[in-house]
């Protein structure tokens, strides 16, 4: 069993920057993949980056490459979303997820737990 709470969402202008924040407890939290999420209004839940156990492979969806970081801090089982230059189009609640099966984490897949998210609204 994996426990998943995010923070560090609120609102902020075009162009801005927030990061999030997502401390996990429960099963070993250096052992498995981890990956943030988000889902706009009306929209699909979207797959935004992952990285694995170990911090050292990363991958982000096109739309937020170059603008986006993810990164992890094993000791303190919390992993994090360096968000900059945000636009509009940004805003959805975020999930925090994580991948306890390893498999297909980089495309978005098998995650199995899931926080309860954190609302992110960029205003223009």
């Known amino acids: 069993q994996v426990q998943l709470v995010e923070s560090g969402g609120g609102l902020v202008q075009a162009g801005g920057s927030l990061r999030l924040s997502c401390a996990a407890s429960?099963?070993?939290?250096?052992?498995?993949?981890m990956g943030w999420f988000r889902q706009a209004p009306g929209k699909e839940r979207e797959f935004v980056a992952g990285?694995?156990?170990?911090?050292?492979?990363?991958y982000y969806v096109d739309s937020v490459k170059g603008r986006f970081t993810i990164s992890r801090d094993n000791a303190k089982n919390t992993v994090y979303l360096q968000m900059n230059s945000l636009k509009p189009e940004d805003t959805a609640v975020y999930y925090c997820?994580?991948?306890?099966?390893?498999?297909?984490?980089?495309?978005?897949?098998?995650?199995?737990?899931w926080g309860q998210g954190t609302q992110v609204t960029v205003s223009s």
């Open positions: 429960g099963r070993t939290f250096s052992t498995y993949p």
């Open positions: 997820a994580a991948s306890t099966s390893g498999s297909s984490w980089s495309i978005g897949r098998g995650y199995d737990y």
């Open positions: 990285i694995n156990w170990s911090g050292r492979l990363t």
